[in-house]
């Protein structure tokens, strides 16, 4: 959203209006079927305004086709303001804030924020408004998931110099039980209570070496119509900030990296750990019970021509072992590009995923003897690798043209693997990319030639689809009328045996008038035969017409 500038008041134009309409016609006919794929007919008509009252933006928007009614949309039941004068930044009405990953994290809220970033190294950031907007219990919809009313506040206080930084924040939201009519004793949803601590900090050392560290403390409460607990629940306090009972619970996340950037190399380590169930009401939803080690290397050689990028991370959950399964996550990427010449330019990438996982069955899982029993029910490894070579040559260039050779290959293979034994149903993708293009500048003409292959095995079966593709484009009338057509073939083969043959005819063209009336036209026709099915034949034309002000 964009911020209103309270300080321009005065200096600019106070009422600016803007916007468009738009028409567009699609006609299809097709022949060798019963029914056509598509409707015959179909229109669509949509605008939009935009009102902006020193910066205060007022935007509505319509649609009408013939396939619905009109639709309406204004943001007037969802609607902020964000005004701003020299170092303060305002938040009225429906915005959200982003303190840290583990406390507030752009939850949408309705209510009042604020932003102050004056001279000097303290920033500060404060929030305060309705997390969740009260939804009574709908027995005729089902299908509607009640809740309660959720107020909350932060706050965000900042040290930052140079590239020193630290953050400290507090955020806290509670559920209004009486915000709805009272639900059944057996219902999912119950109201909650939650405070979230963070603590950022970014350090410079040496120079050259960057640290950064967040933790977050969650403090929730998930029913606080629980019974009280005289248990203890951690060492921190509350603060009073939280009533606790015997639904309250302690969770923690942290994450910490390092960088070293040197003349010609950057190597960077990080590791973030979450625990199980950690969540809070500042934001939608949370990835929790997983320890990430990732680690990037960067070089730079030969004047920086070549540069190569390593990047590899482990990742597994189940931190507290009491989970049925057990998944462990690998992944490594290595990108290359080298300026072999002012002519030439290649690029390489590989990237390998493999996920390992630990199922152990209820009836192991019930009657093991020892915690050492059956730890190997069942052992699944999925592996995938992907990898891409790519290649551009510039055979000439000048004012008068300029030509290009392009050529991309790539592979992929996926297996699956349990118990040491690699399954049938691996797959394994070759896919293959080449282009010619010319380019006449002064006549505004431009070609391409190009062809496609692509290739799949597997244990069942294996297909091969080819083609050449062959397409103009052309500037007419001072550069007002844009001119395109393409013709493309492409085979289809399964197990050695032809399956599909599909041609393709594509012509287009755009004018435009005073740069606010554009009218396009284009034309798509498709013949598609096979020795198993009737051959079709289909014509897709589109009419458009577009006015902005």
Not at 66 to 95: A, E
Not at 283 to 295: H, K, L, M
Request: hydrophobic share 35%; aromatic share 12%; charged share 15%.
């Amino acid at each position: 959203m964009r911020a209103q500038q309270l300080d321009a008041i005065g200096r600019e134009q106070p009422l600016k209006v803007n916007g468009g309409l738009s028409l567009e016609q699609i006609a299809y006919t097709s022949s060798g079927l019963s029914e056509g794929r598509r409707d015959p007919y179909n229109f669509f008509l949509s605008g939009n305004l935009d009102i902006n009252i020193y910066g205060w933006s007022v935007p509505f928007s319509f649609n009408y086709s013939n396939q619905s009614r009109v639709t309406f949309q204004q943001p007037f039941n969802q609607y902020g303001l964000t005004p701003t004068y020299k170092w303060i930044t305002g938040h009225l009405g429906y915005s959200s804030m982003n303190f840290s990953s583990y406390t507030l994290a752009g939850h949408l809220f309705n209510g009042v924020g604020v932003d102050l970033a004056p001279p000097g190294n303290f920033k500060f950031s404060a929030m305060y408004g309705r997390l969740q907007k009260g939804v009574e219990a709908d027995t005729l919809h089902p299908d509607i998931e009640p809740a309660y009313q959720r107020m909350g506040y932060g706050f965000k206080a900042t040290y930052a110099r140079q590239k020193d930084n630290i953050d400290l924040i507090l955020f806290s939201a509670k559920d209004d039980p009486n915000s709805i009519m009272p639900l059944p004793a057996d219902a999912a949803i119950t109201p909650m209570e939650n405070v979230a601590l963070g603590l950022n900090v970014t350090k410079q050392l040496f120079t050259r070496l960057l640290f950064h560290a967040e933790i977050g403390l969650s403090l929730l409460t998930r029913d606080t119509r629980a019974g009280a607990d005289s248990m203890p629940h951690g060492k921190l306090p509350s603060l009073g900030l939280i009533s606790k009972n015997s639904s309250t619970a302690q969770y923690y996340a942290y994450k910490t990296s390092i960088a070293y950037g040197g003349r010609w190399y950057t190597f960077g380590i990080g590791y973030e750990w979450v625990a199980p169930e950690y969540q809070t009401l500042g934001a939608y939803y949370f990835t929790n019970d997983f320890e990430n080690i990732t680690g990037n290397l960067q070089l730079r050689f030969l004047k920086d021509r070549l540069t190569t990028a390593i990047n590899a991370g482990v990742q597994r959950n189940n931190l507290e072992n009491n989970k049925l399964s057990t998944m462990h996550r690998w992944v490594g990427a290595l990108n290359m590009t080298y300026a072999a010449s002012k002519k030439m330019n290649l690029n390489f990438s590989y990237s390998n995923f493999q996920s390992y996982v630990n199922i152990r069955s209820d009836f192991d899982y019930l009657n093991r003897l020892t915690p050492y029993d059956n730890l190997d029910t069942l052992n699944y490894t999925q592996i995938t690798s992907n990898a891409t070579l790519g290649a551009n040559y510039r055979l000439s260039q000048s004012k008068e043209r300029m030509q290009m050779l392009m050529c991309n290959v790539s592979y992929m293979r996926s297996a699956d693997k349990q118990g040491g034994v690699t399954q049938s149903s691996g797959a394994t993708l070759y896919n293959l990319n080449t282009s010619y293009s010319l380019q006449l500048v002064p006549r505004d003409l431009s070609f391409t030639l190009g062809a496609n292959v692509n290739a799949n095995n597997s244990a069942d079966f294996n297909t091969l689809t080819l083609g050449p593709t062959l397409g103009l484009n052309k500037m007419l009338l001072d550069k007002k009328l844009r001119t395109s057509g393409s013709v493309s073939w492409n085979g289809s083969y399964t197990n050695g045996e032809s399956t599909a043959r599909i041609l393709t005819a594509r012509v287009s063209g755009a004018y435009t008038i005073h740069k606010a009336h554009s009218f396009n036209l284009s034309l798509v026709g498709l013949n598609r035969s096979s020795q198993r099915s009737a051959t079709i034949s289909e014509l897709t034309t589109t009419l458009g017409y577009n006015y902005n002000f």
